[in-house]
């Protein structure tokens, strides 16, 4: 690999046009991060029955499981895709297999460090979107939201290797009462909440599903096309 921009001699961002669906060589490419499952009781308590938390993003059909987030992401990806110039898609729609795959599935090629692909998609990508909410299993997402700005050096403005505004975090939130158009945040964490301050992030909030397609394409159409 070549400061991540290539895995086994082919650029990133072919691997990825060719790995997503809807994705063409024209598009923009917008890399959308967020947790794949939700926050399941069960894996704690497997002998106790709990219920799912609620999340605007648990999945609705019958073909994917009740927490698997992912499915959900991947959905959204492809409602956004159709509405925009851009494509957008999740980690898992790559054809690149991580380390542990590689072990695991026993494949004859190197893979990549979850993390490394994590910075190679964003690298290849013209805009990069950060999805947190209250019931998910947010590490990864988390992980991923320090690892991507430090790459781009968003922390120092004048050496920064992107423009910051075509980053930005979506979190979950509940409209405030009275006539205004307010939020509050249901997800919190004091790192991701501060992101704004250490690398000039953006954050849009969202009450469910749509409100969040929503805030993505004018998140494509306003920064990531124009810039």
Request: glycine share 6%; aromatic share 10%; charged share 25%.
């Amino acid at each position: 690999m070549t400061g991540l921009r290539t895995y086994q001699d082919t650029p990133i961002r072919e691997i990825i046009v060719g790995s997503v669906p809807w994705a063409d060589a024209s598009d923009a490419l917008v890399f959308l991060m967020g947790p794949y499952r939700l926050l399941d009781p069960s894996y704690l308590y497997p002998d106790d029955e709990y219920p799912l938390p609620p999340d605007p993003l648990a999945p609705e059909s019958d073909d994917a499981a009740p927490d698997a987030i992912q499915a959900t992401l991947r959905s959204i990806c492809r409602a956004v895709s159709a509405e925009t110039q851009a494509a957008l898609f999740i980690a898992s729609d790559v054809e690149i297999p991580t380390k542990q795959e590689v072990t695991t599935e026993e494949l004859a090629e190197p893979g990549m460090a979850v993390i490394d692909q994590s910075v190679a998609f964003a690298t290849a990508s013209d805009g990069n979107a950060f999805v947190f909410t209250k019931a998910g299993l947010t590490t990864g997402a988390g992980a991923e939201a320090g690892a991507v700005p430090e790459h781009f050096s968003l922390r120092d403005t004048d050496a920064a290797r992107r423009d910051p505004r075509t980053f930005c975090i979506f979190s979950e939130a509940e409209r405030s009462g009275g006539g205004r158009k307010t939020y509050e945040p249901k997800f919190s964490s004091a790192s991701i909440d501060e992101m704004d301050d250490a690398y000039s992030l953006r954050f849009r909030y969202f009450v469910d599903r749509d409100e969040l397609e929503e805030k993505l394409i004018d998140f494509v159409e306003s920064y990531v096309i124009p810039l």
